[in-house]
Each structure stands twice: as C-alpha cells, then as structure tokens.
C-alpha cells in the first residue's frame, strides 16, 4: 500500500517565540544587503572588464595606429564567439576606450566613481570633461540614488555650480553638524525650466504643463523635500496669512517656508517669512523638529543688500534668485507664449498671497 505524501506545513506566526519578529528583521537586512553586495561586486567586475578592453584598445591604437574597420571588425567577432553576450556593439566599445582614456587609473579607484552603472558612466564620459566635475556628480548620483535621467538633468543645470551657494545665515542661526547640511541643500540660482512644449505651442498645453510643475519643482529642490501645501494657510489671531510653499525636508528634519518673488530682493521681504516661519514653527513643528527654514526666491538680487539684510535675524533663512532657461532657448515668435515670470509666480504662489 504506498503511502501518501505530506507536506511540511508553515507554523502559524502566532505560535512563534516573543523574539522572532527581530530574527526575520535580521534576516530580511541580511538578504537586501546580501543581493545589494552581489549587484555592486557584478557592476564593478563588469566595469573593470571593460576597463582592460578599452585600455587595451587605447594602447594598441596608440602604438599602431588603427581606424574604425578595426572596432567594427572586432565588434562582429567577438558577439560570433559570444552569442549570448550583449554590451560589444562598435560604438559601446568605443565607449570602453574613452572610460580607460578618461580613467587611467580605475582599477584603484574606489566608491563612489567605481559603484555607478555602466550607462551613468558614459552620461558622465559625454556630458563632462573635467574629471574632479565627474567625480563631484559620481559622488552625488551614489548619494542620492539618481538615475541616468536624473543625472543628465543636474549635469545640463549645472548644479555643481550652484549647489551650496545661496546666501543664508545658517552658520549663525543653526548648530555646526546641521549647518553645513542645510548650506548645501540650497542653491542659487534655482532653475525652473520645466515648461516644456510640443510643436502645437497652444495655451491648454502650458496650463497643462503648469499643473504638472510640482514634481519637478522637488527635483530642482533636491534630495529630502516633500511637499506640504500651496498657500498654506496660517492663521494667526484672528489673521490669516498664505506662505507660497510649505515642504518637509527629511534629512534636515525640519519645514521648509518658500516664498517666491517676481521682482529683485528687497529686505522687508525677510520680516514676511520670517513671520510665517515662526507660525509654523508654533502651529505645526513636532518637538523633535528642527527650527523651520526660510527660503526667499527672487527675481535678482544684490548680494551685499542680501548679506547685510540677514543679519541680527535668529531664525535661519536662505535667499537665493531663480530664473527660466527655457525662454532663452526657445525661437523668439515663441518666447510670446510662455508666462512671465510673474505669471509664473502666480501658478506657483495662487492669487492670494500676502
């Protein structure tokens, strides 16, 4: 008589011991760092192997002299040997020249340059020629977890130029382990350049195109920022005032209070946020959040005027200007149908800013 088969059941959860909850959370860490190690370990085997290809392309067209026919050539043989092999077309091998040429000595680099996918590394390869720029955005991309999309766009907005670089008080108002941090998460000036167009260049296409400005508003922000809400309403006494933009940044722990102008900065600008920033920090703030932050976003401003005008303020607040490349780049019969800027900033703001 065969006997019947069985099978092991899974015990009930609730018939676990009191600490098998910590023993899963330490296992299920141990599994995503395991795959995580695995993934970098492959990512950097691959990168040194194209490495070595490209190095050894760069030295022999160095000491031999060769011209495309060769690459072409080598491209066709090597997917014959290697059928299942993808990543060796002509111009992917080209690729692996320039990343040897443009690194001569990446089998000694370490993270974050050697940690990065193969098509972030050509991005930076086509995009940069600096190499202490590239290891800059390399270092950022790790960081921030960026992705190629991504990377191409801080590296066409230049933010390596503009990171850091708005004026604030923050080294006065702020503890030292969160100034530098709050420094560099603010920059000037502040790019918008997210109104895009088709070839129709109609005014429901901007509209639309207008009510999708948030998420890459956060972009430009940059790492940390979640939006709160538009006009916030804060009320104070029996007044009620609308602060443009309200977001929380998580890596400083704290709200964030943007104002946008549409015209130079000018210093009574500063009693205005600063009011909303205390209301927020009275209304909203947790006892474990940071002091709020103002950032004030102006057409222009004068440096100096900006300097002197954050001066003898407690709370800390960035100034900084913002501008929109795309009319810049754009025909000019069409420049006539994008907003001004104060139209961007009433999109942005609404109607009943204070």
């Known amino acids: 008589m065969a006997s019947a088969a069985s099978f092991e059941s899974t015990p009930a959860k609730s018939s676990m011991p009191d600490w098998y909850p ?13 795959r995580s190690r695995a993934v970098s370990a492959a990512n950097r085997e691959m990168l040194l192997s194209y ?13 031999q002299g060769w011209g495309s026919r060769v690459v072409t050539r080598l491209s066709a043989d090597v997917r014959s040997a290697f059928p299942e092999a993808r990543g060796f077309s002509p111009r ?18 370490q993270a974050p340059l050697a940690t990065l996918p193969w098509y972030h590394q050509i991005a930076l390869l086509e995009k940069l020629s600096d190499p202490e720029t590239r290891l800059w955005y390399a270092a950022a991309a790790v960081e921030h977890g960026w992705s190629r999309t991504v990377l191409v766009h801080q590296i066409e907005g230049k933010l390596h130029a503009r990171a850091g670089k708005a004026i604030t008080n923050f080294k006065a108002t702020l503890p030292p382990s969160d100034s530098d941090l709050a420094q560099q998460s603010f920059k000037d000036p502040y790019v918008f350049d997210f109104v895009s167009m088709t070839g129709k260049r109609n005014e429901r296409e901007l509209e639309g195109q207008l009510v999708l400005h948030v998420e890459n508003f956060l972009l430009e922000l940059g790492q940390g920022f979640a939006f709160v809400g538009r006009q916030y309403r804060l009320t104070i006494g029996e007044d009620e005032f609308f602060a443009d933009l ?24 500063l009693g205005q946020i600063n009011m909303y920033m205390s ?11 940071q002091p709020t932050i103002g950032l004030l976003l102006c057409k222009t401003k004068n440096n100096v005027v900006a300097e002197y005008s954050l001066r003898g303020f407690s709370k800390p607040i960035g100034i900084a200007e913002w501008e929109s490349e795309i009319v810049k780049s754009l025909p000019e019969e069409f420049a006539s149908s994008l907003p001004s800027i104060s139209e961007l900033e009433a999109e942005l703001s609404g109607d009943n800013s204070e």
């Open 92 to 109: 992917n091998l080209r690729y692996m020249k320039s990343f040897a040429e443009a690194w001569p000595n990446f089998p000694m680099l």
């Open 246 to 269: 309200l977001f929380y940044n998580f890596r400083l722990r704290c709200f964030v209070v943007v104002e946008l102008k549409a015209t130079a900065f000018k210093p009574e600008y």
């Open 51 to 63: 490495w070595s290809i490209g190095n050894e392309l760069a030295k022999r067209e160095s000491a």
């Open 22 to 34: 910590e023993l899963l959370a330490s296992v299920s860490t141990e599994v995503r760092s395991g």
């Open 279 to 289: 209301a927020v920090d009275d209304l909203l703030a947790r006892a474990d959040d």
